[in-house]
């Protein structure tokens, strides 16, 4: 299980999808044990096939272990680890994926200039060294003086590293995914209410702006490949011309308007990959 500390309002959502995907595989004559992030932790583990939502550092430190000694993961403690924001906005520019213009940097930095001189103006302050764990470790500012104050902010809270992301005026399409299935889903949340902090807001409601959705599939499919996860969702924004930027990218997601459905098919990918090692 994930622990709730990053789980920030979807606790039971994020535990919801993997009882699921249990029963799944317990219908198919798996014997499932669930293991709070906390025993895995502390070694009461020993299966040599495991599902993980971890996100702590010290977690999918250890899944790396287990994987580098034979254990069969999903998602991989590498999977994880580059899903980790900042790492995820190397490897996401670096590779071609869609993806905001956007700044590392340290949360002590002066940036206005920088921001200036990338001509960003209203951003996204992203914390940069861990997984999202509290509303305000994503932030929106209006304009660069802002987003030097909101920065500041981060530093105080002893955040030392940060993503910053030009803002993308647009629809917000959330997605879900299951690597190497046809499996994709994607809907506008601020349309049907789903919210984890309230920050769609900011977008609002959707135009129904058109976009090649096919694209946006094989983009995460992409995406997925270089980051090395196999169960994902995440977020874009479609612009008025049909083009997306995807501006969040996670691991094993909560999958709370289709789980059943993304349940079996997670079940599916899960019992292949079993076959596909023996």
Same mark, same amino acid.
């Given at each position: 299980?994930?622990?709730?500390?990053?789980?920030?309002?979807?606790?039971?959502?994020?535990?919801?999808?993997?009882?699921?995907?249990?029963?799944?595989?317990?219908?198919?004559?798996?014997?499932?044990?669930?293991?709070?992030?906390?025993?895995?932790?502390?070694?009461?583990?020993?299966?040599?096939?495991?599902?993980?939502?971890?996100?702590?550092?010290?977690?999918?430190?250890?899944?790396?272990?287990?994987?580098?000694?034979?254990?069969?993961?999903?998602?991989?403690?590498?999977?994880?680890?580059?899903?980790?924001?900042?790492?995820?906005?190397?490897?996401?520019?670096?590779?071609? %994926?869609?993806? +905001?213009?956007?700044?590392?940097?340290?949360?002590? @930095?002066?940036? $206005?200039?920088?921001? &200036?001189? *990338?001509?960003?103006?209203?951003?996204?302050?992203?914390?940069?060294?861990?997984?999202?764990?509290?509303?305000?470790?994503?932030?929106?500012?209006?304009?660069?003086?802002?987003?030097?104050?909101?920065?500041?902010?981060?530093?105080?809270?002893?955040?030392?590293?940060?993503?910053?992301?030009?803002?993308?005026?647009?629809?917000?399409?959330?997605?879900?995914?299951?690597?190497?299935?046809?499996?994709?889903?994607?809907?506008?949340?601020?349309?049907?209410?789903?919210?984890?902090?309230?920050?769609?807001? %900011?977008?609002? +409601?959707?135009?129904?702006?058109?976009?090649?959705? @096919?694209?946006? $599939?094989?983009?995460? &499919?992409? *995406?997925?490949?270089?980051?090395?996860?196999?169960?994902?969702?995440?977020?874009?924004?479609?612009?008025?011309?049909?083009?997306?930027?995807?501006?969040?990218?996670?691991?094993?997601?909560?999958?709370?308007?289709?789980?059943?459905?993304?349940?079996?098919?997670?079940?599916?990918?899960?019992?292949?990959?079993?076959?596909?090692?023996?």
């Amino acid at each position: 299980m994930r622990a709730g500390a990053f789980s920030p309002n979807h606790i039971g959502n994020d535990a919801a999808i993997l009882n699921m995907v249990a029963e799944q595989l317990r219908k198919r004559s798996c014997e499932v044990n669930i293991y709070s992030e906390e025993q895995f932790l502390s070694g009461a583990v020993s299966e040599n096939i495991i599902l993980s939502m971890c996100r702590e550092r010290e977690s999918y430190l250890r899944l790396q272990q287990l994987e580098d000694n034979g254990a069969l993961v999903i998602n991989s403690g590498y999977g994880v680890e580059n899903c980790v924001r900042e790492r995820l906005t190397r490897i996401m520019m670096s590779r071609s %994926i869609p993806y +905001p213009d956007s700044l590392i940097v340290d949360t002590d @930095e002066v940036v $206005k200039n920088k921001l &200036a001189d *990338a001509g960003i103006s209203a951003c996204w302050i992203k914390r940069g060294e861990s997984h999202t764990k509290h509303h305000e470790d994503v932030t929106y500012a209006r304009h660069p003086q802002e987003a030097q104050e909101m920065l500041q902010e981060f530093f105080l809270r002893g955040i030392k590293r940060a993503v910053i992301n030009r803002h993308q005026p647009g629809d917000l399409v959330k997605f879900y995914g299951v690597r190497g299935t046809s499996f994709f889903h994607w809907f506008y949340p601020f349309d049907n209410d789903h919210s984890k902090y309230g920050k769609e807001a %900011i977008n609002g +409601p959707s135009h129904n702006l058109p976009f090649n959705v @096919e694209s946006l $599939k094989a983009d995460c &499919a992409k *995406a997925a490949d270089i980051l090395d996860v196999q169960v994902y969702g995440g977020d874009c924004i479609v612009a008025e011309d049909g083009t997306y930027k995807i501006i969040d990218f996670n691991d094993w997601p909560s999958f709370a308007p289709c789980r059943a459905e993304a349940a079996i098919v997670i079940a599916r990918m899960v019992m292949n990959q079993i076959k596909n090692r023996r």
